[in-house]
């Protein structure tokens, strides 16, 4: 997934190096230019908190990349082809999620503590063009 210069697929998740130490750990959520990235979106961080669910919908233009930095949820993804995704995203095993057009996405918090997820958006959120279709992702 990492040298996918069109992002033509319906999704992706790529697995992260997490460098730990004595002072904690690190690792490089989203590198734009070798993963090439489209720039000009926006950046985002959202929680889920625990027992909540949220998105359940997809994009008809715009590509996300999201990535959970605290805590774990469960992704459930829908391809409009009908290919369901159903992983655990943590923030102890670290991995990218790429969420194409027309790819249904949610996350959910089985657990007890608030996750936090970082994403960017290819396109900035325009409120009179949300570019946003509510439907299930599973």
């Known amino acids: 997934m990492a040298n996918n210069s069109d992002w033509d697929l319906p ?4 697995n992260l190096t997490v460098h730990r130490d004595h002072r904690g750990m690190l690792f490089e959520a989203m590198r734009f230019g070798s993963q090439k990235i ?15 669910r949220r998105g359940d919908h997809y ?27 159903d992983e655990i995203l943590s923030h ?4 990218m999620v790429y969420a194409g057009p ?14 936090v997820i970082v994403a960017y958006a290819s396109k900035e959120f325009d409120p009179a063009d949300p570019d946003t279709v509510m439907t299930p992702a599973d």
């Open 11 to 14: 999704f992706g998740l790529e």
């Open 38 to 52: 489209p720039p000009g979106g926006q950046l985002y961080i959202y929680s889920v908190a625990p027992g909540a």
């Open 59 to 85: 994009h008809e233009k715009k590509q996300e990349w999201f990535t959970c930095v605290a805590g774990q949820v469960r992704l459930l993804m829908k391809t409009v082809d009908g290919v369901l995704v």
């Open 92 to 95: 102890d095993s670290p991995r």
């Open 102 to 115: 027309g790819t249904s996405h949610a996350v959910v918090n089985e657990e007890e503590t608030e996750a």
